[in-house]
């Protein structure tokens, strides 16, 4: 039983457009306008230089995944360039963005959902978490059904929340050009507004950044890729600049409808935007707009498992993460993102959520692209079916920098202390876990129970845990441009 390559470039570009249009697009337009002052032109300005700086780094990121073809690649990078424990220190720090990213979007989704039923007020936070909750196992469930499944149900959502975004689009399109005073007031006066602070400006590139963050699912799923050399980097290079577009119209047709201040105080922006322009269609809008929350949620799920199973399989998580059910999906990793995430639930301040998760995002990146230059200095013979550019490494390092250090800089708080703390407390539990006894009887009997009970087994290729179709990987690179 191994994980199989079963997603070719079709169902890759649809993974990536479930991954990053998610809640980003319907809940980062507030934390942007928030941190800009309100200022429309900086605000879509943001928007623009944030779809800029995530195509750069996505392509960065690529070589990741297309040098290292298998399932949680970026971890797997990490302990080969950097080595054993600055991976464990990724791992720590995804065991809690991954639930940090999965609570907000879930909340969200369920903020969306059951917003009709109290037309004119918020709805209770009581039923928001229960249903959140629901929304969340049900989720797990879907998973464990295997990536070809999750790879239909992705095909069928994005249907649905392109239909919800270029409605949005246009209808802001329309709006604009029958040029009602209303409409159109919030754009001829967008340069007189306050200009943000440069720690603002920062804290306002990490929510709009977050509107793209699913973009390393690729990488996340590289094992399970038909001819990843080739298909990761041409699903980016075709999907990011349609993203891109999508939410710069989205955010206009926002700013046509609401001003500033409603879209700040709106929790649920769109519904808010559908309540001014088409009462009778908010149903409509919410299924969409629920349908697409969903479909990036399950993707984010997969994203988080294998790198869970992966590193089981390297011996810095039990054996039994690495285990698969008869679906060829590592279950008890699904389970451990559920779980941990059905905890964060209870905190829901979105902004920040996003704010947090953020700062850790980007650290890792920046992580990458140095291991990433240790190896093209240590090892320049690797085969490389994809080779970024050296400006485009140098550029997300200093993305990174920015991003981190600027709030730190500018405007220290001490939740960023926080933070730091947490992030680096990931290297005393590498001591503790190296220093544990990790075959004990007890841990062994554990491991044996949980098998039985979720029916599952080892892969059969313990060393890579992926079905290439070939009897070796370099065989993938064959006839492929380098």
Request: proline letters at 5%.
């Amino acid at each position: 039983m191994q994980l199989l390559r079963a997603i070719g470039f079709f169902r890759g570009n649809i993974l990536i457009f479930s991954a990053t249009i998610g809640a980003g697009i319907f809940v980062s337009p507030k934390g942007v306008l928030k941190y800009s002052s309100l200022n429309v032109a900086v605000s879509l300005s943001i928007w623009a230089a944030c779809a800029v700086l995530t195509l750069i780094s996505a392509l960065s990121h690529a070589e990741l995944g297309t040098t290292f073809p298998r399932s949680g690649a970026q971890y797997y990078f990490l302990k080969r360039s950097l080595g054993s424990s600055v991976a464990f220190l990724s791992l720590w720090i995804k065991l809690f963005t991954h639930p940090l990213r999965l609570a907000t979007e879930t909340l969200l989704l369920s903020t969306y959902t059951i917003q009709p039923f109290y037309a004119g007020c918020p709805a209770p936070e009581l039923p928001k978490k229960c249903l959140a909750l629901a929304i969340l196992w049900s989720l797990g469930l879907l998973n464990t059904r295997g990536v070809q499944t999750v790879a239909w149900f992705q095909t069928i959502s994005t249907v649905a929340k392109m239909t919800v975004l270029c409605f949005i689009s246009l209808t802001g399109i329309v709006l604009l050009g029958i040029g009602k005073k209303e409409n159109v007031a919030r754009f001829e006066n967008a340069f007189d507004a306050e200009l943000p602070k440069v720690s603002q400006i920062a804290e306002a590139f990490l929510q709009g950044l977050f509107a793209y963050s699913g973009t390393s699912i690729l990488n996340s799923i590289a094992g399970e890729i038909k001819n990843p050399g080739e298909n990761i980097p041409k699903s980016l290079i075709t999907v990011l600049p349609m993203v891109a577009v999508i939410y710069l119209l989205a955010n206009v047709s926002y700013l046509a409808v609401l001003t500033p201040r409603e879209i700040i105080s709106a929790d649920a922006v769109a519904v808010t935007w559908t309540d001014k322009i088409i009462p009778s269609m908010q149903w409509v809008i919410s299924f969409g707009i629920s349908t697409s929350i969903f479909s990036s949620m399950c993707c984010t799920v997969l994203s988080a498992s294998r790198m869970i199973y992966t590193a089981s399989q390297e011996g810095q998580l039990p054996l039994i993460f690495s285990m698969l059910n008869n679906h060829s999906c590592p279950t008890m990793a699904v389970s451990q993102i559920i779980i941990l995430t059905s905890v964060v639930i209870i905190t829901s301040d979105l902004i920040n959520l996003i704010k947090y998760s953020g700062l850790a995002i980007w650290f890792l990146r920046g992580l990458h692209m140095i291991g990433l230059l240790k190896l093209r200095y240590q090892e320049p013979n690797l085969p490389r079916p994809y080779k970024v550019p050296l400006p485009f490494i140098f550029g997300c390092i200093a993305i990174s920098l920015f991003l981190i250090l600027t709030p730190l800089i500018q405007a220290p708080k001490i939740e960023h202390v926080y933070g730091l703390i947490f992030m680096f407390s990931g290297l005393l539990c590498y001591w503790i876990q190296v220093h544990l006894n990790q075959h004990s009887v007890c841990s062994v009997k554990i491991t044996c129970y949980l098998q039985l009970l979720f029916n599952v087994s080892p892969p059969e290729d313990h060393d890579e845990g992926i079905s290439t179709g070939k009897k070796d990987l370099k065989e993938i690179f064959v006839n492929k441009k380098l």
